[in-house]
């Protein structure tokens, strides 16, 4: 039996066009993912048989880390499949249930809009100044801040929708429980 308190149904579906970009970016944060494996062990082996490490890894490493971080959170919104931790637990469908969520969606949208807001700009100057890592291998910054407005914003949007859902839902439940004349309680 599975935990009540863990999101596993796909209650809010997300438009068909945006689970396709996100699995997209799923896809390019999982090469991410596996490039900062091999690179880090090819290091690690460099350091024991050359008795020094590999040039460019920590920058890649770096721009890597952002790219694996914001091109993941879209697909992990989409299938919700985040964690989420409830110090009060209220009934599903209760209004404490329905403020608990719009709290959450409420700062997950400040959040993923603040990033998204000011990756902009940034990667705006980043292009046009087609900025690079300062090491001894020059790597291009301004595709991963792309990327990684790219993905604020996707993982904005799916807040959004989440969240609408959410309160509509939480609005037609209140209306049933009133039209039974029986209360919404938490």
């Not at 690179?39 to 490490?53: H, M, N, T, Y």
């Not at 299938?79 to 409830?86: E, F």
Request: proline share 4%; with cysteine.
């Amino acid at each position: 039996m599975t935990d009540p308190s863990i999101e596993t149904e796909h209650d809010a579906d997300v438009p068909r066009s945006i689970r396709l970009i996100a699995s997209g970016l799923l896809w390019v944060g999982g090469a991410a993912s596996v490039m900062i494996a091999a690179f880090g062990a090819a290091d690690a082996v460099s350091s024991v048989i050359r008795g020094r490490p590999l040039a460019g890894v920590v920058e890649f490493t770096q721009l890597a880390l952002v790219t694996l971080v914001f091109t993941v959170q879209p697909y992990v919104l989409v299938t919700r499949a985040h964690i989420r931790l409830d110090l009060i637990k209220y009934t599903r469908g209760s209004a404490g249930d329905w403020i608990s969520r719009s709290l959450a969606h409420g700062t997950a949208m400040m959040c993923y809009g603040l990033i998204a807001y000011a990756s902009w700009p940034s990667f705006l100057t980043s292009l046009a100044a087609r900025e690079h890592t300062e090491g001894i291998i020059a790597l291009p910054v301004y595709p991963v801040k792309g990327l990684l407005f790219l993905g604020a914003t996707i993982a904005f949007g799916i807040v959004v929708i989440l969240m609408i859902r959410s309160s509509y839902r939480g609005i037609s439940r209140q209306d049933a429980a009133t039209d039974r004349g029986s209360s919404w309680t938490p």
